[in-house]
């Protein structure tokens, strides 16, 4: 089965930006669609965005609408979401999975990001 494994995360002031990226053991972007996820500590998992297996189509959670972008690098098995404009409120544990739910591989560890002053 393909491994996700998600890096970038880390401590950055409101306002501030990062980038997350998602690294597949396999190729797996240009035939799935794919999707970021995030899990702030008491709730559950919720969905922040969506690429199409051709890579035309993004969808974005209404709450990061406008201030991330998701993209991926086919050659580079990767997956990547920019984060701009950060708030507290974005703090969380960040995932990739596919994004078609009975389609879904073994969840990644995460990457935390805190946002904090």
């Known amino acids: 089965q393909v491994q996700l494994v998600e890096s970038g995360g880390g401590l950055v002031q409101p306002g501030g930006s990062l980038r997350l990226s998602c690294a597949a053991s396999?190729?797996?972007?240009?035939?799935?669609?794919m999707g970021w996820y995030r899990q702030a500590p008491g709730n559950q998992r919720e969905w922040v965005a969506t690429?199409?297996?051709?890579?035309?189509?993004?969808v974005y959670a209404d709450s990061v609408k406008g201030r991330f972008t998701i993209s991926r690098d086919n050659a580079k098995n990767t997956m990547y979401l920019q984060m701009n404009n950060l708030k507290p409120e974005d703090t969380a544990v960040y995932y990739c999975?596919?994004?078609?739910?009975?389609?879904?591989?073994?969840w990644g560890p995460g990457t935390q990001v805190t946002v904090s002053s």
């Open positions: 396999g190729s797996i972007f240009s035939t799935r669609p």
């Open positions: 690429l199409t297996q051709g890579g035309g189509i993004t």
């Open positions: 999975n596919v994004a078609i739910a009975n389609m879904r591989l073994s």
